[in-house]
């Protein structure tokens, strides 16, 4: 099978990640990969910041749950007040992927793709990854934000639409389970 279609066929999401640390010249051609995604009329306005102290990714964690309880009907409020909740499932290096949505086009659909090619990236260099949506709850939190800004440089005026926990996964990559989808072809 074609090498490509193998890699997006073995990607699957991972919750549970070795502390060993993503060297940084892989670290940096996933986020490359992230960037050369595609954006609607090619505006180029992702950001992806990328985040690999232990102690900042704990402190994104409790920051994230005092904002999600300061958010009234939250959908994340149970599962990011839970006590065992963290924000990357103990992966060693959290990516937050936003936009200059001043400038975008399609803010949400380019992160989304740059998520993807991300997580496409990561999975052919043996590396484990998973889609994090609870931050795009907390966009209007300006304590949140101003905590992202000043402590990892997240940019004024961005907004975030995903992020990724990246890591070596625990054990085997899991299976992907039977696909539910449907496609037509019309010639």
Wanted: positive net charge; contains cysteine; glycine residues 10%.
């Amino acid at each position: 099978m074609n090498e490509v279609l193998q890699n997006i066929k073995n990607r699957r999401s991972v919750r549970k990640y070795q502390t060993r640390q993503i060297p940084g010249e892989l670290c940096e051609s996933i986020v490359e990969a992230g960037l050369y995604a595609p954006s609607g009329r090619n505006s180029q306005a992702v950001h992806i910041t990328v985040v690999r102290k232990k102690d900042l990714i704990e402190r994104i964690t409790e920051e994230l749950k005092a904002a999600v309880a300061r958010t009234p009907g939250n959908r994340y409020r149970d599962s990011v007040g839970a006590a065992s909740y963290t924000v990357n499932f103990g992966a060693p290096t959290f990516m937050i992927v936003s936009a200059d949505v001043s400038r975008a086009v399609t803010p949400e659909a380019d992160c989304a793709c740059a998520l993807e090619n991300m997580f496409l990236a990561a999975r052919s260099l043996g590396i484990g990854s998973c889609w994090i949506n609870q931050l795009g709850s907390v966009n209007g939190d300006s304590a949140f934000l101003n905590f992202l800004r000043a402590e990892a440089g997240f940019p004024e005026g961005n907004v975030i639409f995903g992020c990724g926990a990246f890591g070596y996964p625990v054990g085997d990559f899991p299976q992907a389970p039977a696909r539910k989808g449907t496609s037509n072809l019309v010639e």
